[in-house]
T-cell receptor
Framework: EDQVTQSPEALRLQEGESSSLNCSYT??????LFWYRQDPGKGPEFLFT???AGEEKEKERLKATLTKKESFLHITAPKPEDSATYLC?????????????FGKGTKLSVKP | DAGVIQSPRHEVTEMGQEVTLRCKPI?????LFWYRQTMMRGLELLIY????????DSGMPEDRFSAKMPNASFSTLKIQPSEPRDSAVYFC?????????FGPGTRLTVT
């Protein structure tokens, strides 16, 4: 069964304190791995798609990386506005096309 | 584009009543997804459509749930009869490639 596990569940950082969020996955064949940001009371906002091990994507203070078993979302010098829940999702070649399996998310709080 | 539009944003109803949630996908997107989000189970796919045709409804919890997509710009998710355990946030998302774009969600409370 496909599984996506995110850690930690919650992370508190001081402004400027860099860190990483982890997403480990178990799928029969990875079609794609997706990172989303979700603010309270809003829908998930698309950030990145990664397709193959070794691939990296960057956007402002965020960088996503992918290995064969996990993905990391690195946050460099975070600001309070980076506070949100970050969701990871995978799409499996073995599953029905379009089906994203989401992790439970990491709730990030950045204090000034 | 205005993004994915969902209505209503909040719905409070009594157990046994029919509930209809509505979604307008982003123009040009050919796939539409309905998700449910709860604290316990996170974000779960209920059903998705491709070119207005239901492709995978294995996530629909039971026969009380039904979804339709009569045209490329409109979809509904109906719960009849509703139960307290249906209380959750329901999201609609659309896509034309791999990335899915989510609407703001409908917060459903069944008392």
């Amino acid at each position: 069964e496909d599984q996506v596990t995110q850690s930690p569940e919650a992370l508190r950082l001081q402004e400027g304190e860099s860190s990483s969020l982890n997403c480990s996955y178990t799928v029969s064949g990875l079609r794609g791995l997706f990172w989303y940001r979700q603010d309270p009371g809003k829908g998930p906002e698309f950030l990145f798609t990664l397709y193959s091990a070794g691939e990296e994507k960057e956007k402002e203070r965020l960088k996503a990386t992918l290995t064969k078993k996990e993905s990391f979302l690195h946050i460099t010098a975070p600001k309070p506005e980076d506070s949100a829940t970050y969701l990871c999702a995978v799409q499996d070649y073995g599953g029905s096309q379009g089906n994203l399996i989401f992790g439970k998310g990491t709730k990030l709080s950045v204090k000034p | 584009d205005a993004g994915v539009i969902q209505s209503p944003r909040h719905e409070v109803t009594e157990m046994g009543q029919e509930v209809t949630l509505r979604c307008k996908p982003i123009s040009g997107h050919n796939s539409l997804f309905w998700y449910r989000q709860t604290m316990m189970r996170g974000l779960e796919l209920l059903i998705y459509f491709n070119n207005n045709v239901p492709i995978d409804d294995s996530g629909m919890p039971e026969d009380r749930f039904s979804a339709k997509m009569p045209n490329a710009s409109f979809s509904t998710l109906k719960i009849q009869p509703s139960e307290p355990r249906d209380s959750a946030v329901y999201f609609c998302a659309s896509s034309y490639r791999a990335e899915q774009y989510f609407g703001p969600g409908t917060r459903l409370t069944v008392t």
